[in-house]
């Protein structure tokens, strides 16, 4: 088996990950996405490593920092300034996507320190008196034998999603099923947004010009709503009251923004088709009151 030998798992490590969430996660890209995804898991895609490998005459030295060999790993984890930088945006941003999905605040946390784990590193943690303390035992023991640095990557425990569904219980609240894939794709949209800067550096494109297509995009996005106001409940009136102060936030807080006007509108429909179902068995009721007259 290909996955077996590229990365060393054994049978009973190939058990431990999920793999219903990686298909499910794959079903929500496209083509072409998916193919991005698999070069980078698999080493394929040509870090200067790599690239040094097929041709000696080339470096295999970052070209941020110049400092070490560019592999994956060194990609995630670059001292370079800009490349810090970078990181802590796009850390803001998983820890944003994460809490939107409801995410356990402990597994958030192992989530962003897993990010920072190089091939074959370990996350160290006590849960020792924690209230789910032999999950999370387990949990931190699965995802050594898969290995921290894989979780990037993809490769989860299955005690993931148990320990995400008992928190989701605990609030009251019904787990999410696809709550695994969803925080992947988060967790994915981190560590391409890594190689995406790289990419800028080492090919000379402007960074900040691609960062402006995205702020750009946002802006539309937010402006479009603002002209024509979606259908939102009481609850979420407030998020129109200031037009101005809506249009001056920042890219993350427009994004944070936006997402709570789809979370309303959704809240909207849900009311509305509660409303009409109550409507309709009322009517049919009072036929059977005029019927048995």
Not at 170 to 196: D, F, H, I, S
Not at 211 to 239: C, I, N, Q, W, Y
Request: proline share 2%; glycine share 4%.
């Amino acid at each position: 088996m290909y996955i077996r030998e590229k990365f060393g798992f054994t049978q009973k490590t190939l058990d431990l990950i999920d793999w219903s969430s990686i298909k499910d996660s794959n079903r929500q890209r496209s083509v072409k996405e998916r193919a991005t995804q698999s070069k980078y898991v698999y080493r394929w895609s040509f870090t200067n490593k790599r690239e040094n490998r097929l041709d000696p005459n080339k470096t295999p030295m970052c070209p941020l920092c110049g400092k070490e060999e560019e592999d994956q790993h060194h990609v995630q984890c670059c001292k370079d300034r800009r490349a810090t930088k970078v990181r802590e945006e796009l850390r803001d941003e998983l820890e944003h996507d994460l809490e939107e999905l409801k995410t356990h605040p402990d597994l958030v946390t192992l989530i962003i320190r897993s990010l920072q784990t190089q091939e074959n590193q370990q996350v160290v943690v006590d849960v020792t008196g924690h209230e789910e303390e032999d999950e999370l035992r387990d949990l931190v023991e699965e995802q050594r034998q898969i290995g921290w640095d894989k979780l990037k990557l993809g490769f989860w425990s299955s005690t993931w999603a148990v320990l995400q569904g008992k928190y989701m219980r605990r609030q009251k609240k019904r787990p999410r099923p696809t709550w695994t894939a969803k925080a992947q794709l988060a967790v994915w949209n981190y560590v391409q947004g890594n190689w995406m800067h790289r990419n800028g550096v080492a090919h000379r494109n402007s960074v900040e010009e691609r960062r402006m297509k995205f702020r750009e995009k946002m802006r539309k996005t937010v402006d479009d709503m603002l002209a024509d106001v979606p259908e939102v409940g009481s609850s979420g009136r407030h998020l129109f009251e200031d037009v101005q102060k809506v249009r001056r936030m920042r890219y993350r807080q427009q994004k944070a923004w936006t997402w709570s006007v789809y979370i309303e509108i959704e809240k909207e429909k849900k009311r509305k088709h509660e409303e009409s179902r109550l409507g309709n068995k009322l009517v049919g009721l009072l036929r059977l009151i005029v019927v048995s007259r």
